[in-house]
């Protein structure tokens, strides 16, 4: 009785994940630490800003956890943030993770933070390049986001560069999403 529990619970809690569209890889499921605090973050934003960690990449889920929690431990324990400073990420294996989630301010593009959800690739995508599972999974979580009312359905999506003098999010990515729909140069 105990195990048939344990399963039902487990499916209601992936289902949730999944009710909106694409699989979202929970902090706990990677191995992530809590925030220590978190800010509220509105609905239907206006903006998306698209990112990558300019580290390392990775093609496994066990890699991307790796991955993942280096890129949190340096966010709180080199710059003194609370959290990883990504709403999501997605990694090599095409993969969506959770960082900040749904409906928690991100730190990843300063004063854009507050009117916008960030997504950065796992990678540096100077030489890094796209697969196609990347594409489409990050192209599905903004779907989502526009189905659950986090983005509005006339989000307008810039690279980090549009926004800061960076980088970032790398030629390749900043290559593909110039050809996205909600892209505005």
Same mark, same amino acid.
């Given at each position: 009785?105990?195990?048939?529990?344990?399963?039902?619970?487990?499916?209601?809690?992936?289902?949730?994940?999944?009710?909106?569209?694409?699989?979202?890889?929970?902090?706990?499921?990677?191995?992530?630490?809590?925030?220590?605090?978190?800010?509220?973050?509105?609905?239907?934003?206006? #903006?998306?800003?698209?990112?990558?960690?300019?580290?390392?990449?990775?093609? %496994?889920?066990?890699?991307?956890?790796?991955?993942?929690?280096?890129?949190?431990?340096?966010?709180?324990?080199?710059?003194?943030?609370?959290?990883?400073? #990504? $709403?999501?990420?997605?990694?090599?294996?095409?993969?969506? #993770?959770?960082?900040?989630?749904? $409906?928690?301010?991100?730190?990843?593009?300063?004063?854009?933070?507050?009117?916008?959800?960030?997504?950065?690739?796992?990678? $540096? #995508?100077?030489?890094? %390049?796209? =697969?196609?599972?990347?594409?489409?999974?990050?192209?599905?979580?903004?779907?989502?986001?526009?189905? /659950?009312?986090?983005?509005?359905?006339?989000?307008?999506?810039?690279?980090? /560069?549009?926004?800061?003098? %960076? =980088?970032?999010?790398?030629?390749?990515?900043?290559? =593909?999403? /110039?050809?996205?729909?909600?892209?505005?140069?």
């Amino acid at each position: 009785m105990v195990s048939k529990v344990a399963l039902l619970l487990a499916v209601l809690v992936c289902s949730q994940y999944m009710a909106q569209g694409v699989y979202v890889v929970s902090k706990a499921e990677w191995g992530g630490r809590g925030a220590k605090w978190t800010v509220g973050l509105g609905n239907y934003l206006s #903006y998306a800003i698209i990112h990558h960690t300019a580290g390392s990449y990775c093609e %496994t889920r066990a890699q991307c956890n790796a991955v993942l929690q280096s890129v949190q431990n340096y966010h709180m324990d080199s710059l003194g943030w609370p959290d990883i400073g #990504y $709403n999501f990420l997605i990694g090599g294996d095409g993969n969506v #993770y959770e960082g900040r989630g749904w $409906n928690n301010m991100g730190a990843h593009a300063a004063e854009w933070n507050p009117y916008s959800i960030g997504i950065s690739f796992l990678g $540096n #995508y100077n030489w890094d %390049t796209l =697969e196609p599972n990347m594409i489409s999974a990050a192209q599905q979580l903004l779907n989502d986001a526009v189905n /659950r009312g986090q983005l509005s359905s006339g989000y307008i999506l810039y690279g980090h /560069r549009q926004v800061s003098a %960076t =980088e970032c999010p790398g030629t390749h990515i900043w290559n =593909e999403i /110039r050809g996205w729909s909600h892209w505005s140069g």
